[in-house]
């Protein structure tokens, strides 16, 4: 009986969710770079073989954790409070204070030459449209090309998150709004 039961499989605790809500945390935390599958598994506090019995290997397992920073980042903007009726304001704050506040999942995302097939497009408009609701209402303003005035935004936007990441931006939200606000005139007027 003793032999029996020595010879039963262990029951595995180790599950996908687990691993996937510790290499999420891990990269939050410490960044892409920082995710292996060692410290994956001491973080998850088992060895690495329950990670390599889910995933086929770490690029699987990145995949499925770039697509859990999309969420995070589609659930960020949506909770994101709007501001301004100007568009592409409302979007430029919520992708700078993103850069600010996660700047870790803000590279993963947008500065990462994989993006495991999606484009920038994809990312911005996410689940309900965001981008293309703030091409149309710069359309509906009277924007002659709203798809070049977007570019033009984006350019700026993108510029700012950046400088966020790398410590060379500190304006206040009041002031990156004026910014926003002026760029999109300026732009608008071109």
């Known amino acids: 009986m ?18 996937i809500k510790a290499a999420f945390e891990l990269t939050k935390e410490e960044g892409h770079g920082m995710l292996t599958a ?3 598994a001491g973080k998850i506090g088992c060895s690495t073989q329950p990670i390599f019995r889910v995933y086929k290997n ?20 949506k909770g994101f409070p709007k501001m301004d009726d100007t568009p592409f304001i409302n979007l430029g704050l919520a992708y700078i ?46 924007a002659q090309n709203p798809s070049e005035l977007f570019m033009k935004m984006w350019i700026f936007i993108h510029g ?5 990441v790398t410590g060379d931006y500190d304006l206040e939200e009041a002031e990156t709004m004026d910014l926003l606000k002026a760029s999109y ?5 071109s």
């Open 38 to 40: 060692r410290r994956l």
């Open 97 to 142: 204070k993103f850069a600010q506040v996660e700047p870790h999942l803000f590279e993963v995302l947008f500065l990462s030459k994989n993006r495991y097939g999606k484009s920038l497009y994809e990312l911005l408009n996410g689940r309900e449209g965001a981008l293309v609701k703030e091409i149309n209402k710069a359309k509906t303003a009277g």
């Open 160 to 164: 700012a998150a950046c400088m966020v």
């Open 58 to 77: 770490m690029d699987e397992l990145y995949s499925q954790v770039y697509d859990e920073v999309i969420r995070y980042f589609s659930e960020f903007y």
């Open 185 to 189: 005139q300026a732009y608008f007027q």
């Open 2 to 19: 003793e032999r029996a039961k020595q010879n039963m499989a262990r029951k595995e605790t180790t599950t996908r969710a687990d691993i």
